[in-house]
């Protein structure tokens, strides 16, 4: 990991993981060259920020910028050069092949960093490929979704203005853009294959979901398979399921996402049990002075201690300055990850941490209990109290913390944060019962939700 002040580093990919890697890089060793290849136009982006951009909230797609090339170009001296596409790794010779429009060329380094992303999973579904199907993966995507809920779908000689959507997948994407359709005017209409949406939240959190969904008029198929896009002169009309034949004007593919690995392992560079890049624990790959960073990478859970794929946002920027840290001969550990998360569906609030499945958790050794309770956001006597639907989960015999589960219409989103704390420090559910937290009536109760969950469970685990 050693690194001399004059060498160059590569950095394949310009979002998140990639452009903090460079930026921390270029901070703490100036006199290295960075070069940043990204082979689209838009780089620094927030791409979670999509759906509601899809909505409305948003009013331009340049706000969902955090940093401009330039910025990256003349206050932090990096060279980053947009519609450049790395397509080969050479690790003997230390390259990269790179196509741009002018042509295409080698670029030689000593330390290369792979931070190439996600892209949105599409299942081998008849009719996937016709006009009016989008995924949400990308800027370019977001801005083709809005412009045809805005402005219609052209047709073969007609535009049609879009009144029904079908959405398949019921994860973060397909829950966000189903309130973000709904607000639009559309008729939206959600197919899930699993019974529930949000799987990774756990059954409690996702039936109030449901149950909200609903109260929107969100029409859910769940536990159903999609079989089937039907289309009319090369433009989606219909989605089959075994069930039933769906009319809709547009369709969306939410079905997840995974890693772009493949010009990592063109050049011999190893993927974990994910299938993600597998990294020790400063990014770096089996092969020396190659890192990985951002969602085509693995990271360690934190409760299993073993690898794991879950793509986030804050997962890519904090593993990508670690990277740029450890380049800049400070070697930082990337950090285990929690899966910790949130999302917005409609007036609701939703959260998870850890290990919420009983069958996952049971699977990598622990003996699992749960307790689910419904209890108040704020002081009984104090305005606007809401409810809030707790899971947390727990090992028997240990009694260690292994995640949790919440969903409310407040406080909610934050407060997940005080269990992933938990769980990165190997709290058990004795100790975090007595986790001494804030409390004012217009907050919380005297009993905050978290410690009440814990105080519950941990009768459970005694009184076995």
């Known amino acids: 990991m050693a690194t001399n002040n004059d060498d160059t580093t590569v950095v394949v990919g310009g979002d998140a993981a990639g452009l903090s890697a460079a930026s921390k890089l270029k901070r703490d060793a100036p006199e290295q060259e960075v070069?940043?290849?990204?082979?689209?136009?838009?780089?620094?982006?927030?791409?979670?920020?999509?759906?509601?951009?899809?909505?409305?909230?948003?009013?331009?797609?340049?706000?969902?910028?955090?940093?401009?090339?330039?910025?990256?170009?003349?206050e932090r001296d990096?060279?980053?050069?947009?519609?450049?596409?790395?397509?080969?790794?050479?690790?003997?010779?230390?390259?990269?092949?790179?196509?741009?429009?002018?042509?295409?060329?080698?670029?030689?380094?000593?330390?290369?960093?792979?931070?190439?992303?996600?892209?949105?999973?599409?299942?081998?579904?008849?009719?996937a490929d016709l006009d009016g199907l989008f995924t949400l993966q990308t800027m370019d995507a977001g801005g083709d979704i809005r412009k045809a809920v805005e402005h219609g779908i052209e047709g073969a000689d007609e535009v049609i203005e879009p009144e029904r959507v079908g959405i398949v997948g019921g994860g973060y994407v397909g829950v966000e853009l189903a309130e973000a359709f709904h607000e639009r005017g559309l008729e939206v209409h959600l197919f899930e294959m699993l019974p529930h949406v949000l799987?990774?939240?756990?059954?409690?959190?996702?039936?109030?979901?449901?149950?909200?969904?609903?109260?929107?008029?969100?029409?859910?198929?769940?536990?159903?398979?999609?079989?089937?896009?039907?289309?009319?002169?090369?433009?989606?009309?219909?989605?089959?399921?075994?069930?039933?034949?769906?009319?809709?004007?547009?369709?969306?593919?939410?079905?997840?996402?995974?890693?772009?690995?493949?010009?990592?392992?063109?050049?011999g560079i190893e993927t974990g049990p994910t299938g993600a890049i597998a990294t020790d624990q400063y990014g770096e790959t089996n092969v020396q002075d190659v890192y990985a960073a951002g969602d085509c990478a693995e990271a360690t859970h934190t409760v299993t201690g073993a690898p794991d794929y879950v793509p986030l946002a804050l997962t890519a920027n904090r593993h990508g300055r670690a990277v740029g840290a450890t380049i800049a001969g400070d070697p930082t550990p990337t950090g285990p990850i929690a899966g910790t998360a949130a999302l917005k569906a409609f007036d609701l609030e939703a959260a998870r941490t850890g290990i919420v499945d009983p069958e996952r958790a049971e699977d990598v050794g622990f003996d699992p209990v749960s307790k689910t309770l419904?209890?108040?956001?704020?002081?009984?006597?104090?305005?606007g109290s809401e409810e809030?639907?707790?899971?947390?989960?727990?090992?028997?015999?240990?009694?260690?913390?292994?995640?949790?589960?919440?969903?409310?219409r407040?406080?909610?989103?934050?407060?997940?944060?005080?269990?992933?704390?938990?769980?990165?420090?190997?709290?058990?559910?004795?100790?975090?019962?007595?986790?001494?937290?804030?409390?004012?009536?217009?907050?919380?109760?005297?009993?905050?939700?978290?410690l009440t969950a814990a105080k519950v469970l941990n009768g459970t685990i005694d009184s076995r």
Not at 374 to 383: G, N, Q, W
Request: charged share 25%.
């Open 388 to 408: 809030i639907t707790v899971t947390l989960v727990a090992d028997e015999t240990t009694g260690r913390v292994l995640g949790a589960s919440m969903v409310g």
């Open 35 to 74: 070069i940043v290849f990204e082979r689209g136009e838009w780089v620094s982006y927030g791409a979670c920020g999509l759906p509601y951009y899809v909505k409305g909230d948003i009013d331009r797609l340049d706000d969902l910028v955090v940093n401009d090339a330039e910025t990256f170009r003349e």
């Open 199 to 267: 799987n990774p939240f756990g059954e409690s959190t996702a039936r109030v979901v449901e149950e909200h969904l609903r109260e929107h008029d969100v029409d859910l198929s769940l536990g159903t398979r999609v079989e089937a896009f039907n289309g009319e002169h090369g433009r989606v009309r219909s989605i089959e399921t075994p069930e039933e034949t769906v009319p809709v004007d547009l369709a969306i593919l939410g079905v997840g996402v995974e890693p772009r690995v493949e010009l990592a392992e063109q050049a």
């Open 410 to 450: 407040e406080g909610v989103a934050q407060r997940i944060n005080s269990v992933a704390t938990a769980l990165h420090t190997g709290v058990t559910v004795d100790e975090l019962e007595r986790f001494d937290f804030a409390y004012a009536p217009p907050f919380s109760p005297t009993w905050d939700p978290v």
């Open 374 to 383: 419904e209890l108040p956001s704020r002081a009984h006597y104090y305005p």
């Open 78 to 127: 990096i060279d980053l050069r947009t519609g450049h596409e790395v397509v080969e790794i050479d690790v003997d010779e230390r390259t990269v092949v790179v196509e741009a429009d002018d042509g295409k060329f080698e670029q030689s380094y000593d330390n290369l960093v792979i931070a190439t992303g996600a892209r949105a999973l599409v299942p081998p579904i008849d009719g």
